[in-house]
């Protein structure tokens, strides 16, 4: 009779209450934020003045998550000019990208919970993909610092033109998986599939001495892989990085085509995907708002410039966002919503490339 340790005890409780976890997370940074950050203005006027972005970017992140996306491919562009007709202003560009990435932040990470919950995340493959975009994240946060706006817009549009042809062309609808049988040894409580001492969630799994992967999620589905394709993930993650640290998305764009081609199953690969744009998010997130001071010549930037009264409400929308986003992807057809939002950047993306013209 196996035995639980602590800390997996710990961890299984974890998983098991993470809605409230995610309840009181975005609670905390807007506490945080109220009563700690440097801003540049004070009273109800100030906090509620971007108190429609709410509804805006809890539409945005259902969106996103329920397809598996980056969220500052909606929002970034939504910053650039939906919200100056709004608002009645425009962001700098690394303004709108640190809005977006700290937003992203948030979101994907209540996501991913929930596809952990499930057992649908291979952290071997999370933890190789992470390790290998973060010099590239870096790196393209870094730059997105010294570059001009009309050279930002360019590359903006780049990116979004590429994520809506990888879309269209991407097959994210839900396959069928196996379902578990008894008589193959395979269990989601893990007392008959060997145990993987760190594995994410309560799923079973097992990898085989010729290296296929046996996962099954917590409803039983069964899930049979391979790890290889590690040089053309390498390739994609590489660029997709610089692109999350420039432009707030482009990882989990160009990450899951990458994944799909390597024959990994499309809800582990969506699973695993959510972890690493959430992770690289945050690192992102990091660099844009504390990164301006050590680039030479970069934009001057500092924790008061950063619109707190925005992501206020921002970071609690996508929270709500990502934990309705997997209803939502079980009641719709995927694949309606991937063909809206491929459609919605090419349209962004000729906006954009118009703007860069008018700017050189």
């Known amino acids: ?7 997996d005890s710990v961890r299984k409780a974890f998983l098991k209450y993470q809605h409230i976890f995610v309840f009181f997370a975005p609670l905390a940074f807007v506490v945080a934020v109220y009563f700690g950050a440097p801003t540049e203005g004070t009273g109800a006027g100030y906090w509620f003045e971007y108190w429609w972005l709410l509804i805006a970017f809890f539409v945005g992140a259902t969106i996103v ?13 939504f910053l650039i000019f939906v919200f100056p007709v709004v608002a009645g202003r425009t962001l700098t560009p690394e303004t709108l990208v640190k809005v ?6 948030f979101g994907l990470s209540s996501s991913a919970l929930a596809f952990i919950q499930y057992g649908l995340v291979d952290r071997r493959l999370a933890l190789s993909l992470v390790l290998g975009g973060v010099p590239f994240v870096v790196a393209g946060a870094l730059l997105s610092f010294v570059i001009p706006a009309p050279v930002f817009h360019l590359l903006l549009g780049m990116a979004l033109i590429s994520a809506s042809y990888l879309l269209f062309k991407a097959n994210l609808d839900h396959e069928d998986p196996g379902e578990s049988d008894d008589a193959t040894g395979v269990s989601t409580d893990g007392g008959t599939l060997p145990n993987d001492d760190d594995k994410l969630g309560p799923a079973g799994v097992e990898t085989g001495a010729d290296g296929i992967v046996t996962r099954v999620d917590r409803d039983g589905n069964n899930y049979s892989y391979s790890r290889g394709g590690y040089l ?12 999350q640290g420039l432009a707030g998305f482009g990882i989990g764009e160009l990450g899951i085509i990458s994944m799909l081609r390597t024959q990994v199953p499309v809800r582990i690969a969506i699973g695993t995907n959510h972890i690493v744009v959430a992770t690289t998010a945050v690192l992102a997130s990091a660099v844009h708002v504390f990164g301006g001071g ?19 409400w921002t970071v609690p929308a996508t929270v709500v966002g990502g934990q309705v986003a997997p209803y939502v ?7 309606i919503i991937k063909k809206g939002v491929g459609g919605l950047f090419a349209v962004i993306a000729v906006a954009l490339f118009v703007m860069a013209a008018g700017g050189f």
């Open 1 to 7: 009779m196996s035995t639980s340790s602590p800390s």
């Open 65 to 77: 998550n329920t397809v598996g996306i980056s969220g500052s491919a909606l929002f970034v562009p």
């Open 100 to 105: 977006g990435l700290i937003s992203e932040s």
């Open 232 to 243: 053309e993930r390498f390739a994609n993650y590489s660029v997709g990085g610089i692109f």
């Open 294 to 312: 050590v680039v030479p010549g970069a934009h001057s930037i500092d924790l008061a410039s950063t619109p707190w009264n925005m992501v206020v």
């Open 329 to 335: 992807s079980a009641a719709l057809d995927t694949s």
